[in-house]
C-alpha cells in the first residue's frame, strides 16, 4: 500500500503582502507641502514610515479562529480518510494471505482467475488512495484560499481606514523581512478584529 498524506499537521498558512496605496489626494498634498515649505523636506520620510505597518503570521495562524477551524477539519478530513484506506488494505492483504495459503490446493485455472481478481483489488486501492489524496488536496486549496481572502480583505480595508501604504507579513519560518520594530506591529488588533468577524459569521450561520 502507498503511504497516505502522512502529515497534514504541517499546513500553514500562506500570507501575501497586501499593499494599500494611499490615495491620490494624500500624495498630492504631501508633493504641495513639500514644494511650498522647504523645512518640511525630513516629513515625507516620517509619514511613509508610519505607513507601513506588518502582521506576525505566526501569531496569525496560531491565534485566528478561522485558521485553526481550516486546519482541523482538515485534518479530520485526512484522518477519516486514512482510516478507510487502511481497512481496506488491511482486508486485501489478509485475503491475500488467505489466497496463498490456498495456492497448492488450486487448480491452475482457479490459481489464475484468484491472481487477476487479487490484481484489480490492488489497482482499486491505488486508485482510491489517489483520488482521496487529489480530493484533500483540493479541499485544503479552497479551505486555505477562503481563509487568505478573509485576512486580505480585512487588511487592505483595515489599510486604508487608517491610511497605511503598505502591510507587511512576518514570519521566523520565513522571515522576509529581516527585521521590524514592534511599535509597527499590528497583529494584535488584527487578530482580534478577524475573530470577532469570523464569530458573527459563524452565529449568522446558525
Do not use: W
Request: include cysteine; proline fraction near 1%; charge should be positive.
Amino acid at each position: 500500500m502507498n503511504r497516505f498524506l502522512s502529515n497534514l499537521s504541517k499546513i500553514t498558512l500562506g500570507i501575501a503582502i497586501v499593499a494599500g496605496a494611499a490615495s491620490c489626494g494624500q500624495k498630492t498634498s504631501n508633493t504641495t507641502t513639500a514644494k511650498g515649505d522647504s523645512t518640511s523636506s525630513t516629513a515625507p520620510a516620517t509619514k511613509t514610515a508610519d505607513k507601513i505597518v506588518y502582521v506576525n503570521a505566526d501569531t496569525l495562524s496560531a491565534q485566528y479562529e478561522y485558521f485553526k477551524d481550516a486546519k482541523a477539519k482538515l485534518e479530520g478530513k485526512a484522518k477519516k480518510a486514512q482510516e478507510n484506506l487502511q481497512s481496506k488494505g488491511q482486508a486485501f492483504q489478509r485475503e491475500l494471505a488467505e489466497a496463498e495459503q490456498k495456492a497448492a490446493t488450486m487448480s491452475a485455472s482457479e490459481r489464475q482467475a484468484t491472481e487477476e481478481r487479487l490484481a484489480r483489488k490492488q489497482q482499486e486501492l491505488a486508485q482510491l488512495n489517489q483520488n482521496a489524496s487529489a480530493s484533500l488536496a483540493q479541499d485544503e486549496q479552497s479551505e486555505m484560499t477562503a481563509v487568505y481572502n478573509s485576512i486580505t480583505e480585512y487588511l487592505t480595508k483595515h489599510a486604508k481606514d487608517n491610511g497605511y501604504q503598505y502591510v507587511l507579513t512576518y514570519s521566523k519560518t520565513n522571515p522576509a523581512v529581516i527585521y521590524a520594530d514592534e511599535k509597527l506591529d499590528i497583529t494584535k488588533e488584527v487578530v482580534a478584529a478577524l475573530n470577532k468577524e469570523y464569530k458573527a459569521k459563524k452565529t449568522d450561520k446558525k
